[in-house]
């Protein structure tokens, strides 16, 4: 007999991510300028970047401390080199034993790394299934998300039929993909204090806000996250 399976047909793309900035003017002209996306200001302490099909807002910090993160952006696979060519004439590319370019072969995709103004340290992966004619931003795939609490977040998650990739066993205290493999879209659901690849910063827990059609996670300025329905 068919099993009709609409009902669980869950989706994580993200249709929305907020991050905190104590760079806000600066974060603003390297996206609209350097990375040519279409950049929104709302008022003088927010913006969004429209990154393919997500939306990034960035929301002025008044902390002494500068928040940063981990994402990564699709780029086509058939254009990376011509992308990684004409960003590293534009920016400083990350390095990670000598190289700047990795290979994932569990997610067949090549990346490149650098950092934004923020401090962001930003990944532009190009997946097998991603093919364009044009090279552009498809959208983001995955953002860190950062807490020590990563095994009450990752039961709250599997609620909403979020997995880790390929069933790996979850590791409380490593970095952990955890998402919806037909959409290619990942949380790294991670703790604190673990270095990010392609960067000598350690991951902290910062205030981050992160809607998918589905559900709504974050993590506020009193270091309490949430996870609920959307």
Not at 28 to 55: A, K, M, R, S, W
Not at 96 to 112: N, Q
Not at 119 to 146: D, H, K, Q, W
Request: one cysteine or more; charged letters at 20%; aromatic letters at 16%.
């Amino acid at each position: 007999s068919m099993v009709t399976t609409w009902g669980w047909d869950i989706h994580m793309k993200f249709e929305s991510i907020t991050l905190c900035t104590s760079e806000l003017e600066e974060t603003l002209q390297f996206y609209e300028e350097t990375l040519e996306c279409p950049v929104e200001v709302i008022n003088q302490d927010t913006f969004i970047v429209q990154i393919g099909e997500t939306q990034l807002q960035f929301c002025r910090s008044e902390d002494v401390i500068q928040p940063y993160y981990h994402f990564a952006i699709d780029i086509p696979y058939n254009h990376f080199y011509d992308m990684k060519e004409h960003y590293q004439n534009i920016l400083f590319l990350l390095m990670e034993d000598g190289h700047h370019t990795t290979y994932f072969e569990s997610f067949v995709a090549h990346a490149i790394y650098f950092n934004d103004p923020s401090g962001n340290i930003v990944e532009l992966i190009a997946r097998v299934s991603n093919i364009t004619n044009e090279p552009e931003f498809s959208r983001i795939s995955e953002i860190g998300f950062v807490c020590n609490e990563t095994n009450a977040i990752y039961q709250a998650l599997s609620d909403y039929k979020i997995e880790t990739f390929e069933h790996a066993h979850f590791e409380p205290y490593a970095l952990n993909f955890l998402g919806d493999t037909s959409d290619e879209s990942y949380i790294l659901l991670t703790p604190e204090d673990r270095r990010w690849s392609f960067s000598e910063k350690h991951s902290i827990a910062y205030p981050i806000d992160i809607k998918t059609e589905t559900f709504h996670l974050s993590y506020d300025t009193r270091h309490q996250w949430h996870l609920k329905q959307s």
